[in-house]
Structures are given as structure tokens and as C-alpha cells.
């Protein structure tokens, strides 16, 4: 048995936090914030429209928790007064359910971790889990599938998808996040013999379809209406491709990436008929309109907003994202860019990689090698900053979340090990 039975945890040794009044004048109704239970959010495009933010950031600015983690990028998600998360701690991968409101470890769900590292120290889970009704999917760095009961942590299934269709695991492990739809979960696997993409059912895990040849990617798939049905979209390594959730079926394909030592690492965003998506590595970006029933490209260069892995987000009838690469001498810009056209219509240098948080008319962005976290507004005539503070000076890597009146970001500290931080956005 390649997985230990979780057991409950009475300790609280991994609360490093207490409870912190904060001073400010903020108010923000909870029951008006969305709980964050999957990558990018409830409707998985980083949109947190429930929450209304002032001008100013609370000062001071202090997490009123703070869980030690272990190694991994992997996002935490919330609900049901529950922040999971997923990562690794020494030779085992850790799904672990922590008490929202004392940080106390309720479960954890190991099992063998099998990813060694490559171009990246971090060995740790890249995708965050998803956690849908009483199931909490988790989709580690070697390929392994597993669903466990929210309430206890107890295993409902697992499956090493990897090891059953051959996918190799690609230059930093597998890393996308899995799309429940109904009653199955679908995964950008990357597999042979047809399993580029795999549908299990969500009660057995029990493989229900494998779809197209295509090799996986970083780019986590999104639920999309495509020709009024539900389809789900995949950027896979060389293609963006939508598959009916329920079938397999291929419904369009367009190529869209490169060759070489490249990756493509943001997801797709949607907004109605069109979908953008942007890469780094001399990829570029395109928006694409499907209003026709074929994917028919609107325009496309490597000059408007080329993204390595940080997500943009669509407000209005523009983004706002990352232009630029981690890895780069020169540090990204946060832009701003007109959708329809690709027309640019600011940019902020020095940056650097940030993670972006649209709240109805603001925009919360997270310097993801400075620390810093931003209150923007979002506004396409300038870069307008309504307030900044610096957290720390370890990296932000990890995809952060909005829910219950506070921001939840996790820490890197370069050396196998972090913390997730519950920062109130307010004084209450």
C-alpha cells in the first residue's frame, strides 16, 4: 500500500501565530467573501468580487496565523472553516487539513513522495488541491491522483495515473491543478497512448475516458461555455485544446507554444467567446475567439503581456498581469492591456513575477520575490497604487487566496520549508 491512513492531530505544534488586533478603519462583511476552495478560486479566475477593499491596507499588516508547511508551490485553498494544504515534508507528501480559526492540525494524509527535483531545489507538490462538497482531490509532483473525506482526511482513492500511462513527469514534476466537473475529475496528465488527458470518476477514481496525444504542461485546465455547453479547456505543452467533460470528445484544438526548453505555465483566461494565453520563452501571447465553433486567432505577439507562470486576471475589457520571467536579469512589469486589441495601455517595471487578486474595482498584487504586498486600483489610464506593504523576504511563490475577510499566502524560504500566513483584512 503505497499510502498511510491519515490520523487526527491534537497538537498544535505547527500554530506558530496568535490572534492580532489590527488597527484600521476596515470593514468588510464576511458574509460577503467567497471561501477559496480550488486554484484561483471558486470560479477559477482569480476573482474575489465578494470582498470590498478601501484604500489602505491595514497597518500594522500581521498574519493572525501562521502554520509551518513544509516544501512545495502548491496554493492553499479554504472551506468549510478549513485551510488544506499540500506539501511535503521530508520523504512523504502531506494533504493537511488545519482548524481555521486556532490553526490546530485536524488531519494529515501521507503519502510517499517519489519526486526528486530537477531544474527547481523545491521537491515539494506544485498543483493545489481542489476541495469540492465533502472531497479534497490532490494531484502530486510524481502524478499520483488521491480523494480523501474533507471531515477526516480518511482516504476515498488513489491512483498513480502517472505509472499507468507512461507520462513522464516533465521539467518540475507534474504541477496542474485538478478540474472537478460533476462527477468526474479530469487531469492534464500527458500520458501515452492517448492518455494526454484523463477523466476519472470522483467516487472510484475509476478511469472514465483518456483524451488526445498531447504532452502536459503547467497550465491548469478551466471549465469554459463553449457553444452553450460546458466544456473543459487544457493549455497542454504545444496546443490549447477543450474536451467535452463528459465524453472525452475533442472539440477544437489551436497550436499554440513551443519546442525546446520552454514552458507554458499561466492558465487560459476566459471572457465570453474569446480565451487569452500567454507564455513566456518567446511564445507570446494570442487571444483567441471561439464564436464561430472553431478557435479563430484575434491577435497574437510576444510584446503585450508574456506571462512565465503568474496568472493574469480579466477586469472589465482589460488584464492585469505579469510581462516578463522570474528567471530574467531584466524584472518583469505589472501591465495593464486591452483585451480586444492587445494594445498596452500601462506598464509598471521592476516588479518582478506577481500574483494578481481582482476585488471588484481593486486589484491585490503579490510581489512574488519581493515580499511585497500591493493595493491597486484597477484602472486602464495609469498604474494608480493605492497602498504597499513588505511581509517578508521569503518568496511568494505559491498562488495566494481570499476568503473569510483575509488574504492566505504561503512562504518559501529556499530551503524545503514555509509557512501559510492568514492576514485579516481588517480590524474585527
Not at 487566496?401 to 492576514?423: D, K, M, P, Q, S
Request: with cysteine.
Amino acid at each position: 500500500m503505497i499510502y498511510s491512513l491519515c490520523r487526527p492531530v491534537g497538537s498544535t505544534r505547527f500554530v506558530l501565530g496568535v490572534a492580532l488586533l489590527l488597527a484600521g478603519n476596515w470593514s468588510i462583511s464576511h458574509a460577503e467573501v467567497s471561501t477559496w476552495p480550488q486554484f484561483l478560486g471558486p470560479t477559477r479566475d482569480a476573482h474575489a468580487d465578494g470582498v470590498q477593499l478601501p484604500d489602505q491596507l491595514p497597518d500594522p499588516f500581521r498574519p493572525r496565523l501562521r502554520l509551518e508547511v513544509g516544501a512545495g508551490y502548491a496554493g492553499p485553498v479554504i472551506d468549510q472553516e478549513r485551510v488544506v494544504v499540500f506539501h511535503r515534508v521530508n520523504d512523504v507528501e502531506r494533504l493537511e487539513a488545519f482548524d481555521w480559526h486556532t490553526g490546530k492540525s485536524l488531519w494529515r494524509f501521507d503519502q510517499v513522495a517519489e519526486y526528486q527535483g530537477g531544474y527547481n531545489p523545491d521537491n515539494g507538490p506544485r498543483a493545489a488541491p481542489v476541495i469540492d462538497q465533502q472531497d479534497v482531490f490532490c494531484w502530486g509532483a510524481s502524478g499520483r491522483l488521491a480523494a480523501v473525506d474533507l471531515a477526516t482526511g480518511r482516504p476515498r482513492w488513489v491512483r498513480h495515473l502517472a505509472k499507468d500511462y507512461q507520462a513522464p513527469e516533465g521539467y518540475f514534476g507534474f504541477g496542474t491543478a485538478p478540474l472537478v466537473m460533476g462527477d468526474r475529475v479530469l487531469v492534464a496528465l500527458g500520458g501515452r497512448n492517448g492518455a494526454g488527458i484523463v477523466a476519472v470518476d470522483r467516487k472510484t477514481g475509476n478511469t472514465l475516458w483518456r483524451a488526445t496525444d498531447e504532452a502536459v504542461s503547467y497550465a491548469s485546465p478551466i471549465a469554459f461555455d463553449y457553444q452553450g455547453k460546458s466544456a473543459a479547456l487544457f493549455l497542454m505543452r504545444l496546443a490549447l485544446v477543450a474536451v467535452d467533460p463528459q465524453t472525452g470528445q475533442v472539440l477544437f484544438s489551436y497550436p499554440f507554444g513551443k519546442r525546446g526548453l520552454t514552458v507554458t505555465g499561466a492558465t487560459p483566461v476566459a471572457a465570453d467567446s474569446r480565451i487569452f494565453l500567454t507564455a513566456s520563452y518567446q511564445i507570446g501571447a494570442a487571444l483567441v475567439d471561439t464564436a464561430t465553433g472553431t478557435a479563430q486567432l484575434v491577435w497574437a505577439n510576444d510584446e503585450t503581456l508574456s506571462s512565465q507562470y503568474a496568472n493574469p486576471v480579466y477586469v472589465g475589457s482589460y488584464l492585469y498581469g505579469t510581462h516578463g520571467r522570474e528567471d530574467s536579469s531584466i524584472p518583469a512589469e505589472f501591465r495593464c492591456v486591452e483585451l480586444a486589441t492587445g494594445r498596452v495601455r500601462w506598464s509598471q517595471p521592476g516588479v518582478g513575477v506577481a500574483h494578481v487578486i481582482a476585488c471588484r474595482d481593486k486589484l491585490l498584487v503579490v510581489e512574488v520575490q519581493r515580499g511585497d504586498v500591493v493595493l491597486l486600483k484597477a484602472a486602464s489610464d495609469k498604474y494608480r497604487e493605492l497602498d504597499r506593504r513588505h511581509l517578508t523576504n521569503d518568496v511568494l511563490r505559491a498562488p495566494p487566496a481570499i476568503a473569510y475577510g483575509h488574504l492566505v499566502l504561503r512562504t518559501w524560504n529556499g530551503r524545503n520549508a514555509g509557512e501559510v500566513w492568514l492576514l485579516p483584512l481588517s480590524g474585527q
